[in-house]
């Protein structure tokens, strides 16, 4: 830390200098650090995309607003916070874009703007300070999420401009190197621009399909996160719980969605069990997971919002039901007292709907445990073809095998579930089902109690 | 302002971009040959509310539009180590399928997306043209 003596304690914009440490408060630098963080934390998305919207120039945008966070991460620590942080951080953005803008201008250099869509407004420029900035969020989402954008660019886009997070993060949480993933964001932007994905307001019929889309762009990536993948790391709940944020960005502008209230309910009902989900670099299933690890403040948010969804269609309704689903879980204080009944026809409707084969084997799932093991494995005929590379199908077989006593049938599908599997983590964990299976499996193996 | 003057300058020169859209395969829908000739006058329908759709769309104009020979008609030319040879066509088998194409005045490729609906239900294929450097 700088000495700071021969300096006046308090600025004339009526700061405090950087290093002054009055009794029981954080340092000067903590307390700016902190104020960045969370800034940044909070309105990085509100900020970009009102330059974004103000300028029609993504690149120059997203530059100039890093360019005001790099001045911020020096200035504030030593010439005190700004009364206005997130003012401070709009102008001086607004100015590196104004300075690049000038140089092309002089340069003769005409990049492309953003197209809009026909009858859009430019938001107006933010006037007093205090002022709420303007909610160009939405737009800059849909702009991340146009189905014209390969599906794997579109919601790494909407972490970087939404959300801010730094490229190399992204590029950890989606198991690519920095290049791979900054190139993939260059192309990414370059499409919008080139291709003119028009930023704007869709009409009421094109939106709610928009929005269908964004909202499996976001839960394709949290999913992502809580999926086994090749490799030695189990979860990804970092890319979780960015999604998380991302769904509850959305949910900030686009309050009336049903399909938008339905994922947020069900992501954060499901991200509530991260903690609980591994332990010692196992997974641990649902049924052995210690629900004190449970963030309780989370399930309470997220059963209050699952509490507020109203019959739907189409993905709306697909959402709603995995909501409700993931509600009654989050609800139950023991694996034994789960509303499994519930659980398995909000199965069935889901099925119905979808037709989906992930779907049925879940049904299986909840039906073997609302109603048998011989009920559950009956469901899974026919999934084989289906989901001929998919692991879970002759797991699930094995473990309702198991509790059925049929330990030949267990063994053969552990073993078959094993090649198939492609996380080490799992594979061991279905190993260690092997290895009971196979030591119990005496000439009278009993059944489990 | 001097700025914001020249960003309103620019917006009115790119009110509007160049689309090619490629009517690149039939889809699912059988090859024209085949149709019936009300099937096809149907088509032809399409293509007729189309025009009158891009024609009601401010900001919209069809710069040319035309159906296009079949693959079997296509003639390929690949220059290899300054070697230029001809073949019969197409380039690629994707190509066999190619109907026409319309060159579109458009403000933005979803109003694009959106018109395109009203066309026969061919596979399509946008790509804005390059502005001259």
Redesign the interface.
């Known amino acids: 830390m700088t000495s700071t003596s021969g300096r006046s304690s308090t600025l004339r914009d009526g700061t405090v200098p950087a290093g002054t440490v009055p009794d029981g408060t954080v340092p000067r630098e903590v307390a700016a650090a902190r104020t960045i963080e969370a800034v940044y934390r909070a309105e990085w998305g509100r900020l970009l995309a009102l330059l974004v919207a103000r ?2 120039r993504l690149d120059l945008a997203e530059d100039g607003l890093g360019e005001a966070v790099a001045r911020a991460t020096e200035r504030w620590p030593r010439d005190g916070v700004p009364a206005n942080p997130v003012g401070w951080l709009y102008t001086t953005a607004h100015r590196q874009v ?1 300075g690049r ?2 140089a092309e ?1 002089i340069a003769g250099r ?1 990049a ?2 953003l ?4 009858g859009w407004v430019r938001p107006a420029e933010p006037g007093e300070p205090g002022e709420r900035l303007a909610d160009e969020r939405l737009h800059v989402i849909l702009l991340c999420c146009h189905p ?1 954008l390969p599906r794997e660019s579109r919601s790494a886009l909407a972490l970087r401009l939404v959300l801010g997070t730094p490229t190399e993060q992204i590029a950890r949480l989606f198991l690519v190197s920095p290049a791979t993933m900054a190139a993939r964001l260059t192309r990414a932007k370059r499409k919008i621009v ?5 930023l704007g307001h ?1 009409a009421e019929d ?1 939106l709610r399909a928009r929005l269908d889309e964004v909202c499996r762009t976001i839960y394709l990536a949290f999913t992502a996160g809580y999926t086994p993948g090749a490799g030695p790391d189990l979860l990804r709940v970092d890319l979780a719980g960015e999604a998380v944020r991302l769904a509850a960005a959305l949910s900030d502008v686009a309050p009336d969605a049903g399909q938008v209230r339905a994922l947020l309910a069900l992501l954060v009902l499901q991200h509530a069990r991260r903690d609980a989900r591994q332990r010692d670099g196992c997974l641990v299933t649902l049924a052995e997971q210690d629900r004190s690890r449970w963030h309780h403040e989370e399930i309470e948010a997220g059963l209050a919002l699952a509490a507020g969804l109203r019959p739907a269609e189409g993905y709306a309704e697909e959402l709603r039901l995995q909501a409700r689903i993931a509600a009654e879980h989050a609800r139950a204080p023991t694996a034994a007292a789960t509303g499994w009944t519930s659980i398995a026809d909000r199965y069935a409707e889901l099925e119905s709907l979808t037709g989906s084969a992930i779907v049925r084997l879940n049904r299986a799932v909840a039906v073997s445990e609302s109603g048998g093991p011989a009920a559950g494995l009956a469901l899974l005929d026919g999934l084989d073809e289906v989901l001929a590379d998919n692991h879970r199908v002759p797991a699930v077989r094995a473990e309702l095998a198991r509790r059925l006593g049929d330990t030949g049938l267990a063994r053969a599908s552990y073993r078959r579930a094993i090649d198939l599997c492609a996380n080490d983590v799992e594979r061991a964990h279905l190993r260690a089902r092997l290895a009971e299976v196979e030591s119990a499996d005496g000439p009278a193996s009993p059944p489990d109690p | 302002m ?2 914001s003057a ?2 309103a300058d ?2 009115q ?2 009110l509007t ?1 160049k ?1 090619f859209v490629l009517l690149a395969g039939q889809g699912e829908l059988p090859p024209w040959d085949q149709l019936t000739p009300e099937e096809q006058e149907a088509g032809m329908a399409r293509h007729a509310a189309f025009d009158e759709a891009c024609a009601a769309r ?2 919209v104009e069809i710069v040319s539009a035309e159906a296009l020979g079949d693959g079997t008609m296509a003639t390929t030319l690949r220059t290899r180590g300054g070697e230029m040879t001809i073949t019969d066509g197409p380039f690629a088998e994707a190509a066999e399928q190619i109907g026409g194409y319309y060159l579109l005045d ?9 018109l395109c609906r009203v066309l026969p239900a061919y596979d399509i294929d ?1 790509r ?1 043209v390059l ?1 001259a450097p």
């Open positions: 300028t029609r104004v803008l000038r201008a005409k492309p703007l197209a809009v869509r026909p014209a080139g291709a003119g994905i028009p869709p094109e | 001097l700025v020249a960003v620019r917006d020169r790119s971009v689309y401010p900001g458009a403000p933005d490729l979803d109003t694009v997306i959106e946008i804005p502005d």
